[in-house]
Every structure is written in C-alpha cells, then in structure tokens.
C-alpha cells in the first residue's frame, strides 16, 4: 500500500509561485513513475508533469512547460512541482499519483495511487 499527500496550496496572485509537495509512504519502488495531474473547476483531469522516481527524465505538459519543474528527493520520499509564473487558467485542484512503471504516461488511468488533492487558486 502506497499513501500519496499533498501539500503547499493556497491562494496567489498572477504571476506568482508556489511549490506543492506530495510525501509518500508506505510501499514505494526506485522503478515506479511520480506524476502531477490538475482538475480545473468544472473540466476532466488532465496532465501536468511526471517524473521518474529516481529522478532521470521528466515530461511536461505544453501549457505547463518553462514554468514548472517536478523533482524529487528520494531521501525524504518527496516529490515537489515547483510553479513559477503563475496564471489564472492554472486553478485547479492538484493531485500526485504513482504509476507503477518507469515508463511514465499521462494518462491518469495508468496511475494506481492517488493523493487527496491540494488546491491551487490563482487570482487575476
């Protein structure tokens, strides 16, 4: 059993940032894939970034890309998205998930444990 949980949302102005944590436990593998995903108010989830745990290679969503870095620390079991130049089209719920597999996707199906959710609100 893995257990995912979210932290660092709130509420920011444009053009702000800030860095979500996401604390594992329980079962975690050096092969597994670490991924962000976000709902907007009223929208599907979608994808947002995913790193490999032993954190080679990362993936971005184009609406994301140069704006948010995903990175872990293995020693604490942590993966962190760090969102700089935030946008009001941002505000979403953000979830972390793992995927069980160091072949990452964006399908959040392919992903077997999913956190609570942190939300993130960004003013204009």
């Known amino acids: 059993q893995v257990q995912l949980v979210e932290s660092g949302g709130g509420l920011v102005q444009a053009g702000g940032s800030l860095r979500l944590s996401c604390a594992a436990s329980?079962?975690?593998?050096?092969?597994?894939?670490m991924g962000w995903f976000r709902q907007p108010p009223g929208k599907a989830r979608e994808f947002v970034a995913a790193?490999?745990?032993?954190?080679?290679?990362?993936d971005y969503a184009d609406s994301v890309k140069g704006r948010f870095t995903i990175s872990t620390d293995n020693a604490k079991n942590t993966v962190y998205l760090q969102m700089n130049s935030l946008k009001p089209e941002d505000t979403a719920v953000y979830y972390c998930?793992?995927?069980?597999?160091?072949?990452?996707?964006?399908?959040?199906?392919?992903?077997?444990?999913w956190g609570q959710g942190t939300q993130v609100t960004v003013s204009s």
């Open positions: 998930a793992r995927r069980s597999s160091s072949y990452y996707s964006r399908l959040s199906v392919n992903y077997d444990y």
């Open positions: 329980g079962r975690t593998f050096s092969s597994s894939t």
């Open positions: 790193i490999r745990w032993s954190g080679s290679n990362t």
